[in-house]
């Protein structure tokens, strides 16, 4: 489906991802010369002829392989579409992936992988905190079908968690471990290397156990894992790949092989995204790296002014990690800005963090993140509020804590924002 690299057409450059966002694996002449790809808003293609429609249908369910000189073929929406497979391929170029398949949520991308991967008596080791919907699949949801799935913190040692997966009896059957760094609200960051390792010790000669990781926060742009050996990575693109909090969608990257199983199932699940959302997020990407830089550099500006601010207890960002901290080097190691994610605790309680949000003017009272307008939320009460209270107090999400997704808007406009707001207390 999707055309060569330009890079390598006309020359021997190597054109990076934020120059191929606009053309790349996308032929104009296909579709009567349109600059942008249009939404091909179709239930079904039509073959060309019988042996045409066999053919591909022989290579959708793997009867056969692509022969040399042959493309797979457009069937049907629920298995391909090129808003969906250009889409794709244009994800695939920040992480250099081999293949992605997107999906209409986050949840979805999620779900649709881990269930395709994992079977009954399997075990699932995953970092604490992980996102609502996440925490819940894994607890109560996989529990059902017999796979069991137990919880690491970001403070624990490799020896440590090593022990945890043995304390369960049924470290033979470990088969994925997945983690969320940084972390949500705390920006608590998981070693890969050490997650890689630790896969490693309990892989045998015929079962690999696969890392995968939801890179929401600081991917595709500022974090690459599966340069650091991950199998799989996971996206929310509601969140900085969408960016304008207009679209729910999901995506996932990897190996050939492993993507053939997920977009295999995807299928079956009916959990592709729409040709419109893969329109949309095509758009999207196009301006990804600017808004992400630009959202990257307010934030380092908002922390460093909150930090220094009276009434704010402490502020949870990348960017203030010193040399010397527990994760500096992780974070040297794995990230490649601090993004533009803050969390700060106000000094008081609930009663006190509420009065701020409220106050705020420019920047939005709502959950999600990661849009070009700024939004800040209360993380005990709203998106943590499932999580059991010990969990909470374990990872520093208290009553005191305000979560803020900064957006592209002046940064000096945001914190006058957050300045008048604070005064209020
Ligand atoms: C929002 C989010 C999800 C879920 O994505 P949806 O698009 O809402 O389904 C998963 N993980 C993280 C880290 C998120 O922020």
Redesign the pocket.
């Known amino acids: 489906m999707a055309a060569k690299s330009i890079s390598k057409q006309k020359s021997k450059r190597v054109l990076k991802p934020e120059s191929l966002m606009m053309s790349y694996g996308y032929k104009p002449e296909l579709s009567e010369g349109a600059v942008k790809c249009p939404i091909f808003q179709t239930s079904t293609f039509v073959f060309k002829n019988a042996e045409e429609g066999k053919a591909f249908f022989e290579v959708a369910y793997g009867k056969r392989p692509l022969g040399p000189h042959e493309k797979t073929g457009l069937i049907y929406s629920r298995i391909n579409n090129p808003d969906l497979e250009i889409l794709e391929n244009r994800l695939c170029l920040w992480d250099e992936a081999e293949d992605g398949a997107v999906f209409e ?4 991308a ?1 779900t649709t992988t881990v269930l395709e991967l994992l079977k009954p008596g399997d075990l699932l080791l995953h970092s604490e905190p992980i ?1 609502g ?2 925490d819940h699949f894994f607890k109560h949801i996989l529990e059902k079908f017999g796979i069991h799935s137990i919880g690491f913190m970001p403070n624990q040692s490799k020896e440590e968690i090593i022990k945890l997966v043995k304390s369960t009896g049924k470290s033979d059957r470990l088969a994925m471990i997945f983690i ?1 760094s940084p972390a ?1 609200p705390t920006n608590d960051l998981i070693d890969m290397k050490m997650c890689v390792e630790i896969a490693g010790l309990f892989s045998t000669k015929d079962k690999k156990v696969l890392t995968a990781i ?1 890179n ?2 600081l991917g595709p742009v500022f974090s690459h894992p599966l340069k650091h050996g991950f199998d799989l990575v996971l996206y ?4 900085y790949i969408g960016g304008h909090s207009d679209v ?3 995506a996932c990257i990897g190996s050939k092989a492993l993507l053939k199983r997920v977009k295999s199932f995807r299928s079956i699940m009916g959990t592709m995204a729409s040709p419109n959302t893969g329109w949309l997020l095509m758009r999207s990407l196009e301006t990804l790296k600017m808004r992400m830089t630009l959202q990257a550099e307010n934030a380092e500006k908002i922390a460093a002014w909150l930090n220094k601010h009276p009434k704010v207890e402490k502020v949870y960002y990348l960017g203030l990690l010193k040399k010397g901290d527990k994760q500096y080097e992780t974070y040297k190691r794995q990230c490649l800005s601090p993004g533009a994610m803050i969390s700060f605790d106000v000094k008081g309680g609930e009663k006190k963090a509420f009065k701020v949000l409220n106050a705020m003017q420019l920047i939005k009272l709502a959950v ?2 990661g849009s070009t307008e700024s939004l800040a939320e209360h993380p005990y009460s709203m998106t943590h509020a499932p999580v059991n209270d010990e969990l909470k107090m374990k990872m520093n999400l208290t009553e005191k804590m305000i979560r803020l997704s900064v957006g592209v808007e002046n940064y000096e406009d945001i914190i006058a924002d957050i300045e008048q707001a604070l005064e209020k207390i």
Do not use: C
């Open positions: 949520s986050g949840m979805a999620i996102y919907g996440s969320e949500n939801d929401t926060f929310s693109a509601t969140k729910i969608a999901g999600s993140l």
